[in-house]
């Protein structure tokens, strides 16, 4: 088929889907089915800051894609690096074998972090990441003679993806209650979500440090010497963006390091420049052992996760003779040459747009525009950090979630912005390169949807 049969065939494709015809097979992932393909809300290309519909309308993008896209959509650098490797190496198994760019890549990111990191592991999503950290905390104390430290933390209300490792550490109640009993030998802390004291804090909540010392109580439950680790999200963001409060997250670091525990901060969202500074890890000044990573890695062009392990624990694996493979973990695709080509131009364009540092710089006018909406209807709270915020509308009774997710339909239908909604919460996480025009622009059409809503 030439370029241009392609191209129709393409047109007439997305407008048989527009219609809610040939829909059926593809079952969508966290999506109500049934309510979407009676009324499918399409995209069909991406520039910039903003997406186009098949009809050609175009949407504001207020969530980076899904937290993804940091540098904006269809970068040329990263669109023509992966043209370019698709070509030259598609792909090349990394299991016993090697290719230069997965190296390459894994010394520019040991780069962006504080010099106590000194590993990559490669996988391909931000839930591989997680199964891929859990284990490897798990057989870390094994391979040191703590094979007894089997216990891992989490959180109420953390997200950690949809592996089985990932549910069973997360807390979102409708993840976990339809798959068993998940992984034995899980607690979680408490989460630190608290309107009544913190509605409407600008930056970090100054109430809720002393909620990390709920650790030592877990901790003396279980015996702290049975615990492998703790993970949390440094700043949680699928549950609806909660801040951890002044000090908290030093705290946990304390509480894990005086215990031998280790601690894994999951920067799926958090890294990449989302708050300000590469990591999570510069922001807040606390350095756990171990990082989950995905999304703005590659700029969401190609599927990519990783972990980065603090020096010392790939050290514990390097025993025994040196032909025995040391840590028994990796995917086909760890390290796929797309990938690493997609996630080396992307870096080069964060370096040379100065993107990881570009959320500070928009912080303040991006907290004063969302904050500018308090006075609208249904609004119980709002809070931002770096260029992440969001917006908590009061639930209509009876109804959770339902208000917030008419807030979407009516943003994306009638005021063009894609939003993100999670219960009644309005989370929004725009592309690092947005101007301040865009960010008042992305509050003015927020506040018109909020003035509408039943
Ligand atoms: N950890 C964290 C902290 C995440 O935010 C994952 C792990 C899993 O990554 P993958 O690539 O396996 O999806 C995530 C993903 C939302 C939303 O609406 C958030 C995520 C994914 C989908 C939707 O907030 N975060
Ligand atoms: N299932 C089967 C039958 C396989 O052969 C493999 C990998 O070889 C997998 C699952 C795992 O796939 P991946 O390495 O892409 O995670």
Not at 115 to 134: I, K, P, T, Y
Not at 169 to 186: T, Y
Not at 335 to 351: E, F, I, Q, S
Request: glycine fraction near 10%; proline fraction near 6%.
């Amino acid at each position: 088929m030439n370029d241009f049969a392609r191209a129709q065939d393409l047109a007439q494709d997305s407008s048989q889907h527009a219609r809610g015809e040939g829909l059926e097979a593809f079952w969508m992932p966290f999506t109500a089915n049934r309510h979407f393909k009676a009324a499918p809300r399409l995209l069909a290309r991406a520039e910039g800051m903003h997406y186009w519909t098949p009809e050609g309308r175009r949407i504001l993008d207020g969530t980076a894609g899904l937290w993804c896209s940091n540098a904006g959509h269809c970068r040329t650098p990263i669109v023509e690096a992966i043209q370019r490797q698709a070509a030259t190496l598609d792909f090349a198994p990394t299991f016993q074998m090697g290719h230069p760019l997965a190296f390459e890549l894994a010394n520019r990111l040991i780069e962006l972090l504080p010099s106590d990191f000194g590993q990559v592991f490669f996988c391909n999503s931000g839930s591989e990441a997680v199964d891929s950290a859990l284990k490897i905390a798990l057989a870390y104390h094994r391979m040191r003679g703590e094979g007894q430290r089997t216990r891992l933390i989490g959180r109420e209300r953390g997200y950690h993806g949809v592996g089985f490792g990932g549910i069973s550490v997360g807390g979102i109640p409708g993840n976990r209650k339809h798959f068993g009993a998940l992984l034995p030998g899980v607690d979680h802390l408490p989460h630190t979500h608290n309107l009544e004291h913190n509605a409407f804090s600008e930056g970090q909540p100054q109430w809720g440090a002393h909620l990390a010392d709920e650790l030592e109580k877990i901790l003396t439950l279980h015996d702290p010497s049975t615990v492998a680790a703790v993970i949390v999200e440094p700043v949680a963001g699928s549950t609806g963006v909660l801040i951890p409060p002044v000090g908290y997250l030093q705290r946990l670091r304390d509480i894990t390091s005086k215990h031998g525990i280790l601690l894994i901060f999951d920067e799926v969202i958090t890294g990449f420049g989302r708050l300000g500074s590469p990591f999570a890890i510069q922001h807040f000044g606390v350095t756990p052992d171990l990082v989950t990573v995905a999304k703005g890695i590659t700029n969401g062009a190609v599927p990519m996760g990783a972990v980065f392990a603090r020096k010392g624990l790939y050290e514990a694996f390097m025993q025994g003779p040196e032909k025995s493979i040391e840590l028994f973990h990796g995917y086909t695709y760890s390290g796929h040459p797309l990938a690493c080509a997609a996630a080396l131009a992307t870096l080069d364009v964060y370096r040379d747009e100065g993107l990881l540092g570009r959320a500070a710089e928009l912080a303040a006018h991006w907290q004063q525009a969302l904050h500018s909406l308090r006075d609208c209807p249904h609004v119980i709270d709002i809070r931002t950090i770096g260029l992440v915020g969001a917006v908590e509308l009061a639930p209509r009774a009876g109804a959770p979630g339902a208000r917030a997710f008419d807030a979407f339909i009516s943003a994306f239908h009638d005021h063009d912005l894609l939003i993100r909604v999670t219960g009644d919460i309005i989370a929004m996480s725009p592309p690092l390169i947005i101007s301040a025009s865009q960010i008042d622009e992305i509050a003015e059409r927020l506040r018109c949807v909020l003035s509408t809503l039943a």
